[in-house]
């Protein structure tokens, strides 16, 4: 049943893995693997049996936001709903790939809140999302909820959750367009 596909799933993928790393979070994995469309292959960053994001590997299509990210999203909708009216201010619970920077402008501000150092170093080695990032942005560590509450108000536009840890369903805060 479901059990044995997922264990089928994740034993391919771990043999075939750029990188493998664990720590008190849990398992990551890092893999190529085809698209199912014409774009090429993506690069996927698993959190054990979940995905957390990939990337296009072309050049041409690296930039484009993926799975429920894509511009056709809510997340993704509701971000470019915002940019029409100026500058946007883009608060990120969870790192992932770091798909969401791909959003930004020169003259927006993004801040990513991450609790997994090894998240961290993965989305800096192994994607370009952030190295590629248009807006000033930064990697806030350690545990989102503790960091926000610490924090001055930032007065987010929008402030996505991605910070689960099952199959749930991320969820996105923001000010209606």
Same mark, same amino acid.
């Given at each position: 049943g479901v059990a044995g596909y997922l264990a089928l799933d994740t034993s391919q993928s771990i043999a075939h893995s750029r990188v493998l790393a664990r720590n008190f979070y849990g398992a990551l994995a890092v893999y190529d693997q085809p698209s199912s469309g014409n774009m090429g292959p993506v690069r996927v960053l698993r959190h054990g049996v979940i995905e957390h994001g990939e990337q296009f590997l072309s050049p041409e299509y690296e930039g484009h936001p993926t799975t429920y990210y894509a511009r056709q999203s809510g997340i993704g909708r509701s971000i470019q709903a915002l940019m029409t009216q100026g500058a946007i201010n883009v608060g990120? @619970?969870?790192?992932?790939?770091? /798909?969401? +920077?791909?959003?930004?402008?020169?003259?927006? !501000?993004?801040?990513?809140?991450? @609790?997994?150092?090894?998240?961290? /170093?993965? +989305?800096?080695?192994?994607?370009?999302?952030? !190295?590629?990032?248009?807006a000033p942005s930064g990697i806030i560590p350690g545990d989102a909820r503790l960091s926000l509450e610490s924090e001055s108000s930032r007065q987010f536009d929008v402030l996505a959750v991605d910070a689960f840890s099952g199959d749930a369903i991320p969820c996105t805060f923001g000010k209606s367009a």
């Open positions: 990120v @619970i969870g790192l992932g790939a770091g /798909t969401l +920077a791909t959003y930004a402008r020169a003259n927006d !501000r993004y801040s990513f809140y991450e @609790i997994n150092p090894e998240v961290v /170093t993965i +989305a800096q080695s192994e994607f370009t999302f952030q !190295r590629h990032c248009a």
